[in-house]
């Protein structure tokens, strides 16, 4: 199955040329779940995953093209009438973390929401996620809200988040 998406690749950095970040371009719908799954898998089910790939107009993947792996994604929802954008997920592969892959994808989704003059992004993180918050805070997000029981409906113990956002 695959995700059909007409577009260009992003540039890469001086310092990491083997990771190139993509947008808009034809994804294979196993390259995002085999990122995905292994993070979000006991939280979400196989099918539920697929759905949330196939509903986002936005899809931002990190490729190692030395290995030919995707590396990272990321899911970017548009937010109704306030010109903003959702980060909806967002995961790199464990082997992968704590080697800028992550900041780079980031940077690249903030450069290109800038670009198409968005508001803001927002997402939200678990309260115990502090790698995540801080990569987030790296980035220029800011701890917005804190939101209890936001993730009741899963199982994650405690089920509080935080709303973090970047004003573009």
């Known amino acids: ?41 006991q939280y ?24 030919g792996l995707c590396v990272g994604c990321a899911l970017v929802d548009n937010v109704s009438n306030s010109g903003g954008l959702y980060l909806m997920l967002f995961g790199v592969h464990e082997s992968y973390q704590g080697h800028g892959v992550g900041t780079k994808l980031l940077k690249n989704i903030i450069r290109w929401a800038y670009r198409t003059g968005h508001a ?11 790698k995540a918050m801080g990569l987030y805070e790296k980035v220029g997000f800011k701890k917005y809200e804190y939101l209890p029981n936001y993730y009741g ?12 956002v970047l004003p573009l």
Do not use: W
């Open 1 to 41: 199955m695959y995700k059909l998406f007409v577009g260009r690749k992003k540039k890469g950095s001086k310092h990491d040329s083997t990771i190139q970040i993509y947008h808009h371009i034809e994804f294979r719908l196993n390259d995002i779940i085999d990122v995905f799954y292994p993070i979000f898998g």
């Open 44 to 67: 979400y089910r196989y099918e539920d995953l697929v759905n949330m790939i196939y509903s986002v107009p936005h899809i931002f993947c990190a490729y190692d093209i030395r290995q």
């Open 120 to 130: 803001f992004i927002h997402l939200h993180v678990h309260v115990l996620n502090h």
């Open 153 to 164: 409906n899963l199982p994650k113990r405690p089920p509080h988040a935080f709303r973090m």
